[in-house]
Structures are given as structure tokens and as C-alpha cells.
């Protein structure tokens, strides 16, 4: 069960695998101790106790732990909160590690939703495995939702690497020429095609000698090495297919195209996600006849024609030598 599956009604059972969010032990003005957190998965999230007869002490319940829950709804205060009368850590991988993302670590959690949406239509069962047991690791997980895909250039800001990757994951889903399988691959390979950058922008905010002496895409292979080992004792060519996508520039071997045609659209689908951000950053507080705008960061220019013929006898406002500096 889910937590959007929980039947909100005082009195309603439940069991469900969730999160642990904000532990704290607390003391009723009964003298009765107990554990106050919120249980959390992708979709939402709730407040949350378990009182001393039904809880271990000496069994650590940490922040961002992965457990079992059980209990009862209540209503308390005008909200919902969960009774918890059991709660046990999850040991074994969940089935599906998706829907146990917390969605208050993702700066911009509707996005979860459509991350859910596009590895479900991955069909091939060895490329879904794998991308699940990236999405285990929490290590990958927390960053790559919640850190920018660059620090001043395209989708710099939180939450701007999976909106990058999810970007170009739908683009290239889009490519019904590839077949089902060479689809299921491309969109592995561009939904992690900046795994990298879970090391070289994990603290945005702070000087990183991995971020300044190293390319993100001389770790996204270190990053995913676990899960492509796992993939190798399953399929070795898709294994093989996967690290090829990720550093196919440095093996072109003289030819004009990569070997595996889906890179071309990956790539593509990159550059037009990248261009696309940058462009709405340039163009933003810019009034609405401007057709010309210039972001300094990138030295990147862009136009926008006009499409409206009533609008065609509006003069175009902007100077020759505006115009010469773009």
C-alpha cells in the first residue's frame, strides 16, 4: 500500500512502506514517552507518532530510514495524523524504490510523478531492474532530485537536473522509429546521461575539488559502476550499450556517427533542453515585442520571430548596434 492508498477516516487501518522524516522523542504531559515523525513517500505525507508500548527503544529509528508501518488514521487538531502501532525496517529492496523517493527532498515534487510515469513505460526488464536499483541508492537519489543541472548555466537552479533529464527522457521517447527495446534504452541512457552531476553539484552552495578538477561526465560512469556490474551478470551488451552512451565521444574511432544511432537523438535532446532553458532565462522580464535577447552567462543569443501577421507592421525595437553585439 501506498500512502495516497490510505483511507483518510478516523479510525481507518493501514500498512504501508514509507519514509521516516524528522524523528523526535517527546514526552505527553501523561509522563508517557513516544517517537513523533512524519511518514513520506513520493506522493505525500503524514504527521505521525508511536508511543513507547509499541516501540523498541533500542531499535534506532533514523531520519530518511526506509520502514514498515502499521497503525491507525485519527483525526488530531483539524489533521490527519497516523497512530503507528508497529513499525519495522525494510531489509530486504523495495519493489519498487520509486514510490519511496521523499518527495519533501524533491524542490519540485510533481516532478516525481512524471520521473514514476516515464521509467513505466520501460518495458525490457533487465533496463527497468537497473534503473531501480539506481533509484535504491539513496546516495544517487537525494542529489539527483534536488540539485540544478549546472551552477550558472541551463536549469541552474534546485530541482534543475531532474527536470534536465526528464526533458530529455520524454524527448527522446518520442523517436518511434527506434522500436520499443532501442527506445527503452535511449531513454535510460538520457534520463542518467548526467549522473555525474550527483558529485560535482551535491552541495551546490559550497567549493568542491570534484566539482572544479573533474568533467561530470568522467564520474557518471564511476556513479552507476555498481548497478552496471549487476547489469553485466544480466546483459552484457546492454551493460556495454549503457557505458557507450555515456562516453561515446571518446570512442568515435574515425566515424562520422556514433555506432549506436539513439546517442544522435540523446545528444540532441541535451542541447534542446540546455537551449531551451537558457533561452526562457534570457528572454525573462524581457517585454513582450522584444524579439532579441542575449544571456551574458553562455554568450548565448536568441531570436524569436514573429508569427502574428496583425503584429507584422510593428517596428522591430532594437538598435543596429544592439543588434551588432548579439
Same mark, same amino acid.
Given at each position: 500500500?501506498?500512502?495516497?492508498?490510505?483511507?483518510?477516516?478516523?479510525?481507518? @487501518?493501514? !500498512?504501508?512502506?514509507?519514509?521516516?522524516?524528522?524523528?523526535?522523542?517527546?514526552?505527553?504531559?501523561?509522563?508517557?514517552?513516544?517517537?513523533?515523525?512524519?511518514?513520506?513517500?513520493?506522493?505525500?505525507?503524514?504527521?505521525?507518532?508511536?508511543?513507547?508500548?509499541?516501540?523498541?527503544?533500542?531499535?534506532?529509528?533514523?531520519? @530518511?530510514?526506509?520502514?514498515?508501518?502499521?497503525?491507525?488514521?485519527?483525526?488530531?487538531?483539524?489533521?490527519?495524523?497516523?497512530?503507528?502501532?508497529?513499525?519495522?525496517?525494510?531489509?530486504?529492496?523495495?519493489?519498487?524504490?520509486?514510490?519511496?523517493?521523499?518527495?519533501?527532498?524533491?524542490?519540485?515534487?510533481?516532478?516525481?510523478?512524471?520521473?514514476?510515469?516515464?521509467?513505466?513505460?520501460?518495458?525490457?526488464?533487465?533496463?527497468?531492474?537497473?534503473?531501480?536499483?539506481?533509484?535504491?541508492?539513496?546516495?544517487?537519489?537525494?542529489?539527483?532530485?534536488?540539485?540544478?543541472?549546472?551552477?550558472?548555466?541551463?536549469?541552474?537552479?534546485?530541482?534543475?537536473?531532474?527536470?534536465?533529464?526528464?526533458?530529455?527522457?520524454?524527448?527522446?521517447?518520442?523517436?518511434?522509429?527506434?522500436?520499443?527495446?532501442? !527506445?527503452?534504452?535511449?531513454? *535510460?541512457?538520457? @534520463?542518467?546521461?548526467?549522473?555525474?552531476?550527483?558529485?560535482?553539484?551535491?552541495?551546490?552552495?559550497?567549493?568542491?575539488?570534484?566539482?572544479?578538477?573533474?568533467?561530470?561526465?568522467?564520474?557518471?560512469?564511476? *556513479? @552507476?559502476?555498481?548497478?552496471?556490474?549487476?547489469?553485466?551478470?544480466?546483459?552484457?551488451?546492454?551493460?556495454?550499450?549503457?557505458?557507450?552512451?555515456?562516453?561515446?565521444?571518446?570512442?568515435?574511432?574515425?566515424?562520422?556517427?556514433?555506432?549506436?544511432?539513439?546517442?544522435?537523438?540523446?545528444? %540532441?535532446?541535451?542541447?534542446? !533542453?540546455?537551449?531551451? !532553458?537558457?533561452?526562457?532565462?534570457?528572454?525573462?522580464?524581457?517585454?513582450?515585442?522584444?524579439?532579441?535577447?542575449?544571456?551574458?552567462?553562455?554568450?548565448?543569443?536568441?531570436?524569436?520571430?514573429?508569427?502574428?501577421?496583425?503584429?507584422?507592421? %510593428?517596428?522591430?525595437?532594437?538598435?543596429?548596434?544592439?543588434?551588432?553585439?548579439?
Amino acid at each position: 500500500m501506498k500512502l495516497n492508498d490510505i483511507d483518510l477516516k478516523h479510525g481507518a @487501518l493501514f !500498512s504501508c512502506e514509507c519514509r521516516v522524516r524528522k524523528p523526535i522523542r517527546k514526552t505527553a504531559i501523561t509522563g508517557t514517552q513516544y517517537l513523533a515523525f512524519t511518514i513520506e513517500d513520493s506522493n505525500m505525507s503524514i504527521k505521525a507518532n508511536i508511543w513507547s508500548e509499541n516501540y523498541n527503544s533500542t531499535v534506532n529509528i533514523r531520519e @530518511l530510514d526506509k520502514v514498515v508501518v502499521s497503525g491507525k488514521i485519527k483525526e488530531f487538531n483539524g489533521d490527519w495524523l497516523a497512530n503507528i502501532s508497529s513499525i519495522q525496517h525494510i531489509t530486504a529492496e523495495p519493489e519498487n524504490p520509486l514510490q519511496l523517493i521523499p518527495r519533501s527532498m524533491c524542490p519540485s515534487p510533481h516532478l516525481l510523478e512524471q520521473l514514476h510515469n516515464i521509467i513505466e513505460r520501460i518495458s525490457h526488464d533487465a533496463l527497468r531492474n537497473f534503473i531501480y536499483w539506481v533509484f535504491a541508492d539513496d546516495y544517487f537519489v537525494i542529489p539527483f532530485i534536488s540539485a540544478p543541472a549546472s551552477r550558472k548555466h541551463h536549469h541552474n537552479y534546485a530541482g534543475g537536473l531532474l527536470e534536465h533529464s526528464l526533458e530529455c527522457a520524454e524527448m527522446v521517447s518520442r523517436f518511434s522509429e527506434f522500436g520499443q527495446d532501442c !527506445s527503452d534504452l535511449a531513454i *535510460v541512457g538520457a @534520463l542518467l546521461h548526467d549522473a555525474g552531476k550527483t558529485v560535482t553539484l551535491r552541495n551546490v552552495d559550497k567549493f568542491s575539488p570534484a566539482s572544479y578538477a573533474l568533467d561530470h561526465d568522467a564520474l557518471t560512469l564511476e *556513479v @552507476l559502476a555498481p548497478y552496471l556490474k549487476r547489469l553485466d551478470a544480466v546483459n552484457s551488451d546492454l551493460a556495454v550499450a549503457l557505458r557507450y552512451i555515456w562516453t561515446w565521444k571518446n570512442h568515435k574511432r574515425g566515424n562520422i556517427h556514433p555506432i549506436l544511432t539513439i546517442v544522435e537523438a540523446i545528444s %540532441v535532446a541535451d542541447k534542446i !533542453s540546455s537551449a531551451l !532553458s537558457i533561452e526562457e532565462e534570457a528572454f525573462k522580464g524581457a517585454p513582450e515585442w522584444q524579439r532579441f535577447s542575449r544571456y551574458e552567462v553562455g554568450k548565448s543569443s536568441f531570436w524569436r520571430p514573429r508569427f502574428d501577421k496583425s503584429n507584422l507592421s %510593428v517596428p522591430l525595437m532594437i538598435s543596429r548596434n544592439q543588434i551588432a553585439t548579439l
